[in-house]
């Protein structure tokens, strides 16, 4: 199952390690025996309930993605011209294009019926859910009045309550501060940062409390360095506030860590040492990073080979419970090889006696990118969680934020190839080109 179960007889250490500044080191709590068992993440023709049209949709879009030319051509042809093309017009043939291959591809609706049509689509193939965010942000102005920077907090907020009530229970909301605008990045990225203002703690409780009342969790995106200790700092003080609400024990708030930063370790470590001692569950979402191209250098890890290894060993950490906290975790991630050791791990551990260790495991991709293995997860018969990263908006929002992520994420091409070979060889199968 995926919500872990507590045995009175843990094969693992009950003893805490005292807090430091790395996260605790453990063995791995993938058994010897297991670890060379072959455990298939995919199992074959994991593709078979995504319908024809969707499987040559991706294959173009994913075509696309994976050559840098051709990448890089699109995104400036439509960065360029998307304000003055009006494509959410419905009579230009331009947004028509649009609507149906990128944003049906990757987007989750347009309205609250849409987003419902989507979140029941994706039920129906075997994943539990949806991960909704919206697709509108802060636009970057030079000059902006006070009252300029109160209406983007509004638009925010306004959104971001939309996004909760639009949601499922038991889904999850991405929130994201800077989409509050100027005011929300001068504070996060203060000298040591500064708390939320009036105007923003009172829009970040407000949509915290309907998040409870809907039974929805909220995952704080992480964003870069320069605004990213605010970023914690906010969030683990919403943690604290709201992480003891739920009835059945599990977080209401969790924070983003992005592993390929050399101190997301220790970082990970304190919030850890926090939720232990004030006793609340820590919510966590790990990823491997989105900012390459503005980060510092010397915050990333020397090569890929280190960010892998950071990203698996908190999974073992979490999971082996010896921090004494309690945790929720999302693994976000596109990577089969962590996904594999992540299920193996999840599969060996147990929550300590008191608790501690991860009470609920979760798997999520982004919506419309590797769906061979959120589809061959969700035909796991443990009952394994799946969620698709969504954004809502319209056309013109989404197509912007798309760009957008686009620009900040360049070294997607890989993914976007190994989706291009999964996406053909389901094709071949039902073409009758490729045995079963």
Request: hydrophobic share 40%; with cysteine; aromatic share 6%.
């Amino acid at each position: 199952m995926s919500t872990l179960r507590s045995r009175k007889q843990s094969t693992l250490s009950h003893t805490h390690q005292p807090a430091t500044n790395s996260i605790p080191s453990t063995r791995s709590v993938v058994p010897n025996s297991a670890a060379t068992l072959s455990a298939e993440v995919i199992p074959e023709r994991s593709l078979a309930s995504l319908p024809f049209t969707s499987l040559l949709r991706s294959i173009l879009l994913h075509t696309v993605s994976a050559s840098p030319i051709l990448l890089s051509l699109t995104t400036r042809l439509l960065n360029s011209n998307i304000d003055r093309l009006h494509i959410d017009n419905p009579l230009n043939p331009l947004g028509w294009v649009l609507y149906y291959t990128f944003y049906k591809h990757f987007c989750a609706g347009r309205n609250e019926k849409e987003i419902g049509a989507v979140v029941a689509d994706l039920r129906d193939r075997g994943l539990a859910g949806v991960i909704l965010s919206y697709a509108r942000e802060a636009e970057k102005v030079e000059k902006i009045t006070e009252a300029e920077e109160a209406k983007q907090v509004d638009l925010w907020l306004e959104g971001t309550k939309k996004t909760v009530d639009y949601t499922p229970k038991g889904d999850f909301v991405a929130v994201k501060y800077s989409g509050a605008g100027p005011k929300a990045l001068r504070l996060l990225g203060a000298s040591p940062p500064e708390k939320p203002n009036l105007e923003l703690a009172k829009g970040l409780e407000e949509i915290c409390e309907l998040a409870v009342k809907r039974g929805v969790r909220l995952l704080v995106d992480a964003e870069q360095v320069a605004v990213q200790e605010g970023i914690d700092m906010w969030t683990v003080d919403l943690m604290r506030k709201y992480n003891h609400r739920r009835s059945d024990g599990k977080a209401v708030v969790y924070n983003t860590y992005q592993m390929y930063l050399k101190s997301a370790p220790e970082k990970l470590a304190r919030h850890l040492a926090l939720s232990k001692g004030e006793k609340w569950p820590l919510g966590v979402k790990l990823v491997r990073g989105a900012y390459l191209s503005s980060d510092p250098r010397d915050a990333i890890c020397d090569t890929q080979a280190d960010t892998d290894k950071q990203y698996d060993d908190a999974i073992q950490v979490l999971l082996a419970g010896q921090h004494g906290a309690k945790v929720d975790l999302v693994v976000a991630t596109h990577n089969k090889e962590s996904t594999r050791k992540a299920k193996l791990a999840a599969k060996a551990a147990r929550l300590q006696e008191n608790g501690a260790g991860v009470q609920e495991i979760t798997y999520a991709q982004l919506m419309g990118m590797a769906d061979e293995l959120s589809f061959g997860l969700a035909k796991e018969k443990e009952g394994v969680k799946v969620y698709k990263y969504a954004v809502w908006g319209s056309v013109a929002e989404c197509v912007k934020y798309l760009l957008r992520r686009a620009q900040e994420n360049q070294s997607a091409a890989g993914r976007s190839q190994e989706n291009v070979q999964a996406c053909w060889g389901e094709v071949k199968r039902r073409v009758g080109l490729r045995r079963w």
